[in-house]
């Protein structure tokens, strides 16, 4: 299955600011996504990443807040904007289906948000 | 839109027991998944199961899909310390919901040693 890198893997920052989020995967795929995971909770897709098309986004998740860039089919990108502390959360990337090996995540950036 | 809701959200056995979690989709899947998530860890491909009625095991671990293609459980025989974890279900729907996941709540699994 593919392996992911995700980089920062925490990080703390200032309400107002924003964090760039990276995964950079060892194969080339299709689909790249982008959840959510507040402390103790479930998982919420924020949006699914295409390259060379517009990411596109879940209801409650808008592309101001949550850019996404997706520039070649082994990277993408994930900005939180204007930071406030609702947005203190695990942040994780996904690639598949891989068959067999169903979805392979990153291991997280945990974000707090002060 | 589609939902998941799995339970119960903890369980809290003795080394040794047997554990269950259960997951009912609002819609018809195409199919579903499992995952496990260590503490502190990322969510870890178990399983998938796409057709209706299907039962796969792994070890001690049972997975079933039910026959409406709505439902699923998983089941862990004579659970050990390393079970400990929270198991997700996630669905997956046809046509236009391919590739997103619909996870379940989450059940959080304590073993007593």
């Known amino acids: 299955s593919a392996v992911i890198s995700q980089k920062p893997s925490r990080d703390i920052c200032q309400r107002g600011t924003s964090l760039t989020i990276q995964c950079q995967v060892d194969?080339?795929?299709?689909?790249m996504f982008w959840y959510r995971q507040q402390p103790g909770q479930s998982l919420t897709l924020i949006a699914t990443?295409?390259?060379?098309?517009?990411?596109?986004?879940e209801s409650g998740f808008v592309i101001d807040k949550f850019p996404i860039s997706r520039p070649n089919l082994t990277f993408s990108t994930l900005t939180v904007s204007n930071m406030s502390p609702e947005d203190s959360s695990i942040y994780l990337c996904?690639?598949?289906?891989?068959?067999?090996?169903?979805?392979?995540f990153g291991s997280g950036t945990r974000l707090t948000v002060v | 839109g589609q939902q998941v809701m799995q339970i119960p959200q903890y369980q809290h056995v003795q080394e040794g027991e047997d554990f269950t979690t259960y997951c009912n989709s609002s819609t018809t899947l195409s199919n579903i998944q499992w995952y496990k998530q260590r503490p502190g860890g990322h969510p870890v491909f178990l399983i998938q199961l796409v057709k209706s009625g299907e039962v796969k095991k792994q070890k001690r671990l049972t997975f079933q899909f039910g026959e409406a293609k709505k439902n699923s459980s998983l089941h862990i025989t004579a659970t050990q310390t390393t079970d400990v974890g929270t198991y997700f279900c996630a669905g997956e729907g046809g046509g236009t919901s391919y590739g997103k996941l619909t996870f379940g709540q989450g059940t959080i699994l304590t073993v007593h040693p």
């Open positions: 990443a295409n390259q060379g098309s517009e990411a596109t986004y």
């Open positions: 996904s690639v598949g289906p891989e068959g067999i090996y169903g979805y392979t």
């Open positions: 194969s080339q795929v299709t689909m």
